[in-house]
């Protein structure tokens, strides 16, 4: 693992096709303590990992989903996001390192998979229709790729 993090990351959302979208609440520091809800994100850790194998880690890591099951599907939407790194976090790059680039991803599971949380990342999950799941978002880019997700996966009719 580097000394710094690599100011490249992933973001999954992770979905399942009646349209219900997982939000995860995140440990400190969280800018606005409880109000901190986000999809999947993290970053590389190296520079040779590609983007799908970042995706799959992090998804395993922090919710001890298998993305690469028979029964997901992992896509990359295409997208990427750059965006100024929170002061709270700042100290984690290199110095002079002010921006992250973020990769879309979406990850439809089976309604049945269970979501078990790494407790060093994250405090609770929730469950949100796509709707609610992107007004709760702290991350503005998180909120907007989660109201992409009728874009890119099939949902089930309301």
């Known amino acids: 693992m580097p000394a710094f993090k690599i ?3 992933v973001l999954v959302i992770i979905y399942r096709d009646d349209g219900q979208v997982l939000l995860l609440r995140r ?3 969280a800018p606005e303590g409880d109000a901190f809800w986000q999809s ?5 850790d190296h ?6 194998d970042t995706a799959l880690r992090e998804v395993q890591e922090e919710t001890g989903i298998d993305g690469d099951a ?3 599907l992992l896509q990359d939407w295409g997208l990427e996001n750059v965006y100024t790194i929170y002061p709270a976090w700042q100290h984690r790059y290199a110095p002079g390192v002010w921006h992250n680039r973020e990769r879309v991803f ?3 599971i089976p309604s049945y998979t269970g979501v078990f949380l790494n407790p060093r990342e994250h405090t609770a999950s929730a469950w949100h229709d796509w709707r609610e799941a ?3 978002c702290y991350s503005p880019s998180n909120a907007e790729a989660i109201l992409l997700l009728p874009r890119f996966a099939r949902l089930e009719p309301d």
């Open 134 to 136: 992107a007004r709760r």
């Open 70 to 72: 028979p029964d997901c």
């Open 40 to 44: 999947v994100t993290g970053s590389k």
């Open 47 to 52: 520079e040779g990992e590609s983007w799908r």
């Open 106 to 108: 979406g990850l439809r």
């Open 7 to 9: 100011p490249e990351s």
């Open 27 to 29: 440990t400190a520091p």
